[in-house]
């Protein structure tokens, strides 16, 4: 039942999504939302906020508020994270363009963000320029627009699930790297993520004045991996390209010593 539930929603919002753009709406057609709404923690460079129905925007400060019909932007520079009335976290890096279409659901239109969803969070709507999702559980995840549309999350922490329109579903576990793909969203391969190197490296993690609330979790998930991947012959490592990108490269690992 909440399957076919989840089916719908992601079916009306996919004709919403399709048809979005930041000056589309009238006054009195923008999504309402009383329940979701973010604040701003902690912000680097310039990053702005715009009303889907307004011609200018306004930057955004420390303790500024972000509410549903917001679009919020960042340049070259830039990096900042929100935090929900509800707990969860959503980091935006540079050159990022994300919608509040309404209430808990947005759009990355382009760029790479970083959500941590609490214990016990609702479920939350999610759309690339082509895929439409909802991801539910907790944890950590990582997401980047690809150049096709589509996007690619990364697990960093619990095991946050994705939800497609058909009824499949993945859960994303530590360091596994899903690609979702294609208008309505398919699957695409699993490859494995270096968690040591990129949260090392990725400016989303490390590159702001404070860590994150879950950064335990996150170090958690680091030590666990490493304590596994010794055991493998062959590895993906993931190393962070700049604000927004994550790079792999594939390695190869030395066979322990034969007896």
């Excluded at 973010?38 to 925007?57: N, S």
């Amino acid at each position: 039942m909440r399957a076919a539930r989840v089916i719908q929603t992601l079916a009306a919002l996919l004709f919403a999504a399709n048809g979005f753009s930041a000056t589309s709406y009238g006054d009195d057609e923008l999504p309402k939302s009383e329940d979701w709404s973010f604040r701003v923690a902690q912000t680097i460079d310039k990053a702005f906020r715009q009303g889907l129905a307004e011609k200018a925007g306004t930057l955004l400060e420390v303790n500024a508020s972000v509410e549903a019909g917001s679009l919020v932007a960042t340049n070259e520079k830039a990096k900042i994270e929100l935090s929900s009335i509800h707990g969860e976290t959503l980091r935006l890096g540079s050159k990022t363009v994300v919608v509040f279409q309404a209430d808990r659901f947005f759009r990355l239109k382009a760029g790479s963000a970083l959500l941590h969803l609490p214990e016990n969070a609702s479920p939350i709507s999610f759309s690339s320029p082509i895929c439409l999702v909802e991801f539910s559980g907790s944890g950590v995840l990582l997401l980047e627009v690809t150049g096709n549309g589509g996007f690619k999350a990364i697990g960093l922490s619990g095991e946050p699930k994705i939800l497609l329109s058909d009824g499949s579903e993945r859960i994303v576990k530590p360091g596994n790297l899903t690609f979702l793909l294609e208008n309505p969203a398919k699957f695409g391969p699993i490859l494995d993520i270096d968690l040591l190197t990129l949260i090392s490296t990725s400016n989303l993690i490390s590159g702001f004045e404070k860590p994150l609330a879950c950064n335990q979790d996150l170090i958690r998930s680091m030590l666990l991996q490493r304590s596994r991947i010794r055991q493998r012959t062959r590895a993906f490592v993931g190393d962070a390209k700049d604000n927004q990108g994550f790079q792999l490269l594939n390695i190869s690992e030395k066979k322990p010593p034969q007896d």
